[in-house]
């Protein structure tokens, strides 16, 4: 899988809009991009992922840029319960999962 | 629906002693996978399953670890003669099928702790 880079922490007030950035700059054309995140001691819970196209599910939207060096997790209207850390992966079609430091994202009142 | 489920949520076993966790996959999961994640690390993948059959073992830390899978469902991680270092969350995740187009789905783990 290639190597993913995404910040140490965030911060977001509760109700506005998270926005979690992650580079991938050596993404090759056959590796998805994965979003996953882990709630404290509970498992990884899967978010969404896509390939080239930007995808939404009832959980957030993911954003792709063209050149898919780059992507944006998005939570619309981020709540307390969203406080977790998130996962970026590259991943090619190999069958395990990598996750990497992660962002660890805060939501505030 | 359903998740993923694994039995039993704690464990805590003497150092020596042998010990059995189990996964319940999504029904209808065909691929079926187990990590590890010590406290404050990464996934460790160990094995996968793709039916019963279990392709890449690459993972399992030694001989003392083994994993089945029967019925295309229920399977069972064992660690034989546990030593202190086995002492992690062991994850286990079910997809519709394997390869990167298809989800992971997790359990909650179960918390292995030997002393």
């Known amino acids: 899988d290639a190597k993913t880079t995404q910040p140490t922490s965030m911060d977001c007030a509760e109700g506005r809009a998270a926005n979690l950035p992650c580079n991938h700059s050596?993404?090759?054309?056959?590796?998805?991009v994965y979003w996953y995140r882990q709630i404290h001691s509970q498992g990884p819970q899967y978010i969404i992922h896509?390939?080239?196209n930007n995808e939404t599910n009832e959980m957030a939207s993911l954003i792709i840029t063209e050149d898919r060096k780059s992507s944006t997790l998005i939570l619309p209207h981020a709540t307390l319960r969203d406080t977790a850390v998130y996962y970026c992966?590259?991943?090619?079609?190999?069958?395990?999962?990598?996750f990497g430091g992660g962002t660890r994202l805060m939501v505030k009142p | 629906g359903a998740g993923v489920s694994q039995s039993p949520s704690n464990k805590v076993t003497e150092k020596g002693k042998d010990v059995e966790l189990r996964c319940d996959p999504i029904?209808?999961?065909?691929?079926l996978y187990w990590y590890r994640q010590r406290l404050g690390q990464g996934l460790e993948f160990l094995i996968y399953?793709?039916?019963?059959?279990?392709?890449?073992k690459s993972g399992l830390p030694s001989d003392r670890f083994s994993a089945e899978r029967t019925g295309e469902s229920v399977s069972t991680l064992t660690i034989q003669r546990t030593q202190q270092e086995d002492s992690a969350v062991y994850l286990c995740?079910?997809?519709?099928?394997?390869?990167?187009?298809?989800?992971?789905?997790f359990g909650p783990g179960t918390r292995l702790t030997v002393t």
């Open positions: 896509g390939l080239k």
């Open positions: 050596t993404i090759s054309g056959n590796e998805y």
């Open positions: 992966i590259a991943r090619n079609a190999g069958n395990m999962l990598t």
């Open positions: 029904s209808g999961h065909t691929a």
């Open positions: 995740a079910s997809s519709l099928g394997q390869g990167a187009f298809y989800e992971q789905y």
């Open positions: 399953f793709q039916g019963n059959s279990a392709p890449d």
